[in-house]
């Protein structure tokens, strides 16, 4: 699942012609090097012989979108079967529109992901993510020439736990494959990067020439995978020490360089512009957002020191990633056909981090002009923390609430989630209060 991102109608072109983002090899093709291992992909496809349904489970960064794409294809082609792609939005919708039949194709090996959110659980989501898997299973259940791989993060598959029990459904552990694990497949790969990782760089005195294993496999702090922290530490070795304290962590760390970079370097201004809009489109320029943290549109005219942050997909393969009730552009269900390229961060975690970089600096700007996706998927109030949430305090609370959901304070779905109800219940205090000193006053 994937990403922020920077629309590009027309590539930016250096002087001798080339791309300034010249084309690199695929997040998901980097770490599907990593896991494409007989172990984890024949288990799979034994595993789905004898069932129509197979959980692919594992933490953010654990490749669970890649091994179940992989033993997606590989089944369809050993048995002869055609095989699809879909976030589960693009199914909770067909499954609103069609009868229960239709939403699937015959013969046909089925791989969903990006259940209950694209960086993190949107609270608001929870009904139709439980509504949708259900249906899914039902499916599974009745008809036969039709195969489902459900790739799920650990975190929300947890928090989903007791309310799928409820509906009678149990991720079984014959249904199931766990990517969490550390394999001696997994031992020995992860070693080869770390060695790849330090004799990619000429600094005898880096923090990268004493890294191990141990060391990796030891960060705890957020629910990411191992593969995915060696990735991150590839990308600027100064930041080695930092992702090692167990006091700091993966999330911490990368925030703070997101920060260091905002700060020192110019060019990363725009930063908040990327963050809070989701893609930027060279060609339509969006003042309204700009303004807020005063950039201008010259100073999105050159970004060459991110290219290694970034990759570039198609931007009909943004449109499913975005909430249906809550995008921050309607426009993007107008991209659909269109096939021009955009360029993304390479991976989910990265615009977490970068999300809480620029909350910290500019909390009101961003509750006020980012899309409603990343708020409600990472901003809680007090009380309400998990590992990849940040913090607003009562004063963000009630700004958010009174300034950005004035025209959408009474969605019932919206009052689902945290932010809303403490407000909510903040009000009802203070009305209440002010009734009782009324009565005093009197």
């Known amino acids: 699942?994937?990403?922020?991102?920077?629309?590009?109608?027309?590539?930016?072109?250096?002087?001798?012609?080339?791309?300034?983002?010249?084309?690199?090899e695929d997040d998901d093709c980097e770490l599907g090097k990593l896991i494409e291992n007989p172990e984890y992909v024949r288990n799979g496809i034994h595993q789905l012989k004898s069932r129509n349904i197979l959980?692919?489970?594992?933490?953010?960064?654990?490749?669970?979108?890649?091994?179940?794409?992989?033993?997606?294809?590989?089944?369809?082609?050993?048995?002869?079967?055609?095989?699809?792609?879909?976030?589960?939005?693009?199914i909770s919708r067909r499954f609103s529109n069609l009868?229960?039949?239709?939403?699937?194709?015959?013969?046909?090996?089925?791989?969903?992901?990006?259940?209950?959110?694209?960086?993190?659980?949107?609270?608001?989501?929870?009904?139709?993510?439980?509504?949708?898997?259900?249906?899914?299973?039902?499916?599974?259940?009745?008809?036969?020439?039709?195969?489902f791989v459900i790739g799920?993060?650990?975190?929300?598959?947890?928090?989903?736990?007791?309310?799928?029990?409820?509906?009678?459904?149990?991720?079984?552990?014959?249904?199931?494959?766990?990517?969490?694990?550390?394999?001696?497949?997994?031992?020995?790969?992860?070693?080869?990067?770390?060695?790849?990782l330090q004799n990619s760089c000429s600094e005898r005195d880096c923090g990268c020439k004493s890294l191990n294993l141990e060391q990796v496999s030891g960060i705890h702090q957020e629910p990411i995978g191992t593969y995915l922290v060696v990735?991150?530490?590839?990308?600027?070795?100064?930041?080695?020490?930092?992702?090692?304290?167990?006091?700091?962590?993966?999330?911490?760390?990368?925030?703070?360089?997101?920060?260091?970079?905002?700060?020192?370097?110019?060019?990363?201004?725009?930063?908040?512009?990327?963050?809070?809009?989701g893609y930027y489109d060279e060609e339509e320029f969006r003042p309204e957002i700009a303004d807020g943290f005063y950039i201008s549109n010259a100073m999105l005219s050159s970004y060459e020191s991110i290219e290694k942050y970034v990759k570039r997909i198609q931007i009909q393969n943004l449109v499913p990633m975005w909430s249906t009730t809550f995008c921050c552009d309607p426009d993007v269900e107008n991209k659909e056909k269109n096939e021009r390229e955009v360029c993304v961060f390479r991976h989910n975690f990265l615009y977490i981090c970068a999300f809480h970089a620029c909350f910290k600096k500019y909390p009101k700007q961003i509750l006020l002009f980012?899309?409603?996706?990343?708020?409600?998927?990472?901003v809680r109030p007090k009380?309400?923390?998990?590992?990849?949430?940040?913090?607003?305090?009562?004063?963000?609370?009630?700004?958010?609430?009174?300034?950005?959901l004035k025209n959408l304070a009474k969605d019932n779905v919206l009052l689902e989630?945290?932010?809303?109800?403490?407000?909510?219940?903040?009000?009802?205090?203070?009305?209440?209060?002010?009734?009782?000193?009324?009565?005093?006053v009197r």
């Open 55 to 90: 959980y692919v489970i594992g933490q953010l960064g654990n490749s669970v979108s890649t091994s179940g794409k992989k033993i997606t294809e590989e089944y369809a082609k050993n048995h002869i079967m055609s095989y699809e792609y879909h976030n589960y939005l693009d």
């Open 383 to 404: 009380g309400y923390l998990d590992q990849l949430t940040i913090e607003a305090d009562d004063i963000e609370v009630n700004f958010f609430c009174e300034e950005r």
């Open 370 to 378: 980012c899309n409603l996706d990343a708020i409600l998927q990472l």
């Open 152 to 196: 799920i993060r650990t975190e929300i598959k947890d928090n989903l736990n007791c309310k799928l029990k409820a509906l009678v459904i149990h991720m079984k552990e014959n249904e199931s494959l766990l990517l969490d694990s550390i394999s001696t497949y997994k031992r020995q790969t992860l070693m080869e990067e770390i060695k790849l």
């Open 417 to 440: 989630h945290p932010l809303i109800k403490d407000w909510k219940i903040g009000k009802k205090k203070k009305i209440k209060a002010l009734g009782q000193y009324s009565k005093m």
């Open 1 to 24: 699942m994937v990403i922020i991102c920077i629309v590009l109608k027309r590539r930016r072109q250096t002087p001798n012609g080339a791309s300034r983002f010249p084309r690199t």
């Open 99 to 147: 009868c229960s039949e239709k939403v699937f194709k015959l013969n046909c090996v089925n791989f969903i992901d990006g259940w209950g959110g694209l960086w993190n659980e949107n609270p608001c989501e929870r009904h139709d993510t439980l509504n949708t898997i259900k249906k899914v299973v039902e499916q599974s259940q009745t008809i036969e020439n039709k195969k």
């Open 231 to 277: 990735k991150l530490m590839g990308l600027d070795h100064t930041m080695i020490p930092e992702f090692l304290l167990r006091e700091v962590g993966p999330l911490k760390a990368m925030s703070n360089h997101f920060e260091r970079l905002m700060e020192r370097e110019n060019i990363w201004s725009w930063l908040p512009y990327f963050v809070c809009l």
